[in-house]
T-cell receptor, first 118, second 117 residues
Framework: AQKVTQAQTEISVVEKEDVTLDCVYE???????LFWYKQPPSGELVFLIR??????QNEISGRYSWNFQKSTSSFNFTITASQVVDSAVYFC???????????????FGQGTILTVHP | DTEVTQTPKHLVMGMTNKKSLKCEQH?????MYWYKQKAKKPPELMFV???????INESVPSRFSPECPNSSLLNLHLHALQPEDSALYLC????????????????FGPGTRLTVL
């Protein structure tokens, strides 16, 4: 069975600090996809990034960056120069490219609550 | 345009009521999903529709009845719910690229906050 672990339940930072959200996953499949979603207090899950298991290149998008390390089964997310608007719950998720009943099912981590103080 | 809309935004219902949640997307996606999310927990998958056919039912109680009238619409009919069914109900959609649904990004709506009294 696949599993996603976000060990940090809550993180609190002051604006302009850098913050890294950890994500560790377990899967037996060789082909899989990893995702990060942001859930602000309004409730909607906002898609941030998708990464497939064959692409270990790190990615940067503005103040956001992602570090994918297959050797340690980690897909960490860093926010540089955090802002109050970054306050939200962040979920890491895993989708396997397998057939059967799990087809298309996302396995979510428990989420990390990020609070950025002014 | 990556927009999934859900109505109503909030719903309060009694245990004997019948109500429906509605989800709509106009991205041409062929897979649609219902998730349930309790406070401080991740979303839990309930149902998946692929090309308007029910593909996955995660052993959801029969008091929740999904319906997919067409490729853009997804409904969730509620009947005889329990207070523990109070939660945020999220709809999502994805392309469902033939044979590769698990690789597609799921785009979520804003959710319906349901309270069962």
């Amino acid at each position: 069975a696949q599993k996603v672990t976000q060990a940090q339940t809550e993180i609190s930072v002051v604006e302009k600090e850098d913050v890294t959200l950890d994500c560790v996953y377990e899967t037996r499949d060789t082909t899989y996809y990893l995702f990060w979603y942001k859930q602000p207090p309004s409730g909607e899950l906002v898609f941030l990034i998708r990464r497939n298991s064959f692409d270990e290149q790190n990615e940067i998008s503005g103040r956001y960056s992602w570090n994918f390390q297959k050797s340690t089964s980690s897909f960490n997310f860093t926010i540089t120069a955090s802002q109050v608007v970054d306050s939200a719950v962040y979920f890491c998720a895993l989708s396997e490219n397998a057939g059967g009943t799990s087809y298309g099912k996302l396995t979510f981590g428990q989420g990390t609550i990020l609070t950025v103080h002014p | 345009d990556t927009e999934v809309t859900q109505t109503p935004k909030h719903l309060v219902m009694g245990m004997t009521n019948k109500k429906s949640l509605k989800c709509e997307q106009h991205m041409g996606h062929r897979a649609m999903y219902w998730y349930k999310q309790k406070a401080k927990k991740p979303p839990e998958l309930m149902f998946v529709y692929s090309y308007e056919k029910l593909s996955i039912n995660e052993s959801v109680p029969s008091r929740f009845s999904p319906e997919c009238p067409n490729s853009s619409l997804l409904n969730l009919h509620l009947h005889a719910l329990q207070p523990e069914d109070s939660a945020l109900y999220l709809c999502a959609s994805s392309q469902d690229t033939a044979g590769h649904r698990s690789t597609d990004t799921q785009y979520f709506g804003p959710g319906t906050r349901l309270t069962v009294l």
